[in-house]
Nanobody
Framework: QVQLVESGGGLVQPGGSLRLSCAASGSGFSPNAMGWYRQAPGKQRELVATITNGGRTNYADSVKGRFTISRDGARNTVNLQMNSLKPEDTAVYSC?????????????WGQGIQVTVSS
């Protein structure tokens, strides 16, 4: 069973910074990719950033240049450094882990963590 533990959300003023972390654990667990998604009230969940076990990253256009995703492969931890935060970044952020096993992809999700950007 895979467990994801998220931390680091909260309330920040516009222009401020936050760092989200997600630690993944499980027996024989080896993620192929990790990332963050977000869902704002009344909107669909959207990709924020992902990183593969080879270090290839992908970002939503709305966060490029402001957010940085990183991964500690030895600890199966993924971090999201969020700078220059804007009110429109307010959302519930969820950690995602993708595992290729037995010929198919498996997705695992954290419970979500609130990020609020407001003055």
């Amino acid at each position: 069973q895979v467990q994801l533990v998220e931390s680091g959300g909260g309330l920040v003023q516009p222009g401020g910074s936050l760092r989200l972390s997600c630690a993944a654990s499980g027996s024989g667990f080896s993620p192929n990719a990790m990332g963050w998604y977000r869902q704002a009230p009344g909107k669909q969940r959207e990709l924020v950033a992902t990183i593969t076990n080879g270090g290839r990253t992908n970002y939503a256009d709305s966060v490029k240049g402001r957010f940085t995703i990183s991964r500690d492969g030895a600890r199966n931890t993924v971090n999201l450094q969020m700078n220059s935060l804007k009110p429109e970044d307010t959302a519930v952020y969820s950690c995602n882990v993708r595992v290729w096993r037995g010929g198919r992809w498996y997705d695992y999700w954290g419970q979500g963590i609130q990020v609020t950007v407001s003055s």
